[in-house]
């Protein structure tokens, strides 16, 4: 029996499967958006992907080390679902495209994503 403990900002015991799944979840979509975004810049399109990259990243690593995870999975829920409204507006029901044949890899990846993050946070705000 080890004796050792935690003494970092990450405490794994805290950690369980969904939050994990939820993490990766946040940096696919985190990181898809900000290369996006680079792409985009200076345009406000861009700086709203660079944006939207920066919150995924940044609520991915508060919930790792355990700041107020409660409030970020109810902020997260809204702020998710707010991007998948706005990418189908902005894109097919406003824009040119058509659904589903001009999806695109990356927006499909995206959010694939985004739809399941949604079930993890909702998950973690059951339990």
Do not use: C
């Not at 058509?98 to 973690?124: H, M």
């Amino acid at each position: 029996m080890s004796t050792a403990t935690n003494s970092g900002l990450v405490d794994p015991d805290t950690l369980g499967p969904l939050h994990y799944a939820g993490v990766a979840l946040a940096v696919v979509s985190g990181l898809l958006h900000i290369g996006l975004g680079v792409g985009f810049v200076p345009e406000p399109l861009g700086l709203s992907f660079l944006f939207a990259g920066v919150v995924f990243l940044a609520a991915g690593a508060a919930v790792v080390v355990n700041y107020r995870r409660g409030l970020l999975y109810r902020l997260g829920i809204p702020f998710t679902a707010g991007q998948i409204v706005l990418w189908y507006y902005l894109n097919f029901a406003a824009g040119p495209k058509s659904f589903p044949s001009d999806v695109g890899t990356l927006g499909a990846v995206d959010k694939v994503a985004q739809g399941l993050l949604l079930v993890v946070l909702v998950l973690l705000v059951r339990k």
